[in-house]
């Protein structure tokens, strides 16, 4: 009875996630709307999602403080820059939401990009300039991703996805971050992109 109740819950849950996802611009994946925004840059400029629209870019939620997985994410998304700069792929961004915004201020977001080898700094937008709730509220209503900060200690609980996001703003494809990054199809993604917003 306890394995009809399982399998029968898990049919649930996996008709409550296909229905989340909506078809998008890449069959089999999401469309999701990331939901306006106006945050400050590592320059302590002001960047919205008004200014990225034109362009895909590719999201990560990371913070500065972090002992776990945000080092790897962001040697990974280094990696992934490497790969866009060798298929002649440029433009682009790549987006960081820092999920420590309390912490993270501008000059330590730069610090912070500093310390990776990364091929053009001019793509990157680390951002902050927010409340927790409010990067918590975004990163859940765009990406359907938890932030969780934990309140005894000093980091932040955060998903590990890459995203890839539409000339339109529109959140269409998400990957492995952290562990398994898969930089050719991030690459393949970006060109098919480009191409059909030429």
Known sequence: MKKLISAA???ILAALVLGA???????????WEVKPFEYTNQHGEKVSLEDLKGQPWLAQFVFTNCNSVCPPMMFNMAEVQDHLAKAGIED?????FSVDPKYDTPEKLQEYLDTFEVADQAKWEMLTGYTQEEI????????KLPVIDDPNSD????GTSFFLVDQEGNAVKSYDG?????????VEDMEALIEAGS
Do not use: W
């Not at 996802?21 to 469309?31: R, V």
């Not at 682009?92 to 960081?96: D, M, Q």
């Not at 980091?155 to 955060?158: G, R, S």
């Open 155 to 158: 980091q932040v609980t955060h």
């Open 21 to 31: 996802c909506n078809a998008g611009k890449f069959e089999g994946d999401f469309s």
């Open 92 to 96: 682009y961004k790549i987006v960081s």
């Open 9 to 11: 819950a898990m049919v």
């Open 178 to 186: 952290y562990m398994e990054v898969p930089h050719d199809l991030i």
């Open 136 to 143: 918590s509220d975004l990163s859940v209503k765009s990406f």
